[in-house]
């Protein structure tokens, strides 16, 4: 499988703890995206990079949140001190130098 | 005002029918649109991308944009149950980032 893969499919923890998420793009996009998606809305832009440097990152990432993507390849997204309102799918998408962003199956989290 | 709106639907339609689905943009300085379709609990997929007013078909569907009133739409000809799913209308700004804003999604559903 070439697409987009993401890990762990889905995580339940208890609210305090820290989780993290791996994303793994298509191997020639250079460009990766982090979304946040909750039910019945669309998804929310959380952060970019393209190579190894986070370019943007958006207004709603709380202090609590930390992207990293060391080495231009594969990117982690660290929630720590998990709130209950950081239950959502976290989605990962690639690009290459074209316009289109393929999405990962995401991540669903469970904050209990 | 959210920067992309969509009816929430559900909007149902016939099996073979025309499906319409719309979309409403605030920011005059989008550049790029885009159609997703999102099954439930699946990450989105991509249909269709529109960067110029007219019209650009792609199989049974059709994207439409009118950039001076700030709207695309997309038609779904022959509809199928299969076709049920939530579409999903995002928008590219012009920026570093090139990140996408999403509308909340219109759920679909085709009935046989």
């Known amino acids: 499988d070439t697409g987009v893969s993401q890990d762990p499919r889905h995580k339940i923890t208890k609210r305090g703890q820290n989780v993290t998420f791996r994303c793994d793009p298509i191997?020639?996009?250079?460009?990766l995206y982090w979304y946040r998606q909750t039910l019945g809305q669309g998804p929310e832009f959380l952060t970019y990079?393209?190579?190894?440097?986070?370019?943007?990152k958006s207004r709603l990432l709380s202090d609590r949140f930390s992207a990293e993507r060391p080495k231009g390849s594969f990117s982690t997204l660290e929630i720590q001190r998990t709130e209950q309102g950081d239950s959502a799918m976290y989605l990962c998408?690639?690009?290459?130098?074209?316009?289109?962003?393929?999405f990962g199956p995401g991540t669903r989290l469970l904050v209990l | 005002q959210k920067e992309v709106e969509q009816n929430s639907g559900p909007l149902s339609v016939p099996e073979g029918a025309i499906a319409s689905l719309n979309c409403t943009y605030s920011d005059r300085g989008s550049q790029s649109f885009f159609w997703y379709r999102q099954y439930s609990g699946k990450s989105p997929e991509l249909i269709m991308s529109?960067?110029?007013?007219g019209d650009k078909e792609d199989g049974r569907f059709t994207a439409q944009l009118n950039k001076a009133s700030q709207y695309v739409s997309l038609l779904i000809r022959d509809s199928q149950p299969s076709d049920s799913a939530t579409y999903l209308c995002a928008v590219r700004k012009y920026n570093a980032g090139n990140m996408l804003t999403f509308g909340g999604g219109t759920r679909l559903m085709v009935k046989p």
């Open positions: 990079f393209q190579n190894e440097a986070q370019l943007e």
């Open positions: 998408a690639s690009r290459p130098e074209g316009e289109t962003q393929y």
């Open positions: 529109i960067y110029s007013n």
């Open positions: 191997s020639e996009h250079n460009r």
